[in-house]
């Protein structure tokens, strides 16, 4: 059921969707080619490294 008074609606809804498969297919490549010049996991700043680090404390020492 087509609205009269929209005749350009299934295009303008193609191309929404087709919009916001190119942004998430942009983020994940963007997420995926990121790599540390060691080969290890990448850390992109100290305060990844900080927050990590704080992770990892929390798991292996938490107080029972």
Known sequence: MTD???P???LRRTVY???IVIA???IAGRILC???PSGETP???AND???WSTIRSL???RSE
């Open 4 to 6: 009269s008074r929209e």
């Open 24 to 26: 998430a297919g942009s």
């Open 17 to 19: 969707a087709l919009l």
């Open 49 to 51: 490294r900080s927050r």
């Open 8 to 10: 350009h609606a299934p």
């Open 34 to 36: 990121v790599a540390s």
């Open 43 to 45: 850390f992109l700043s």
């Open 59 to 61: 798991v292996d020492y």
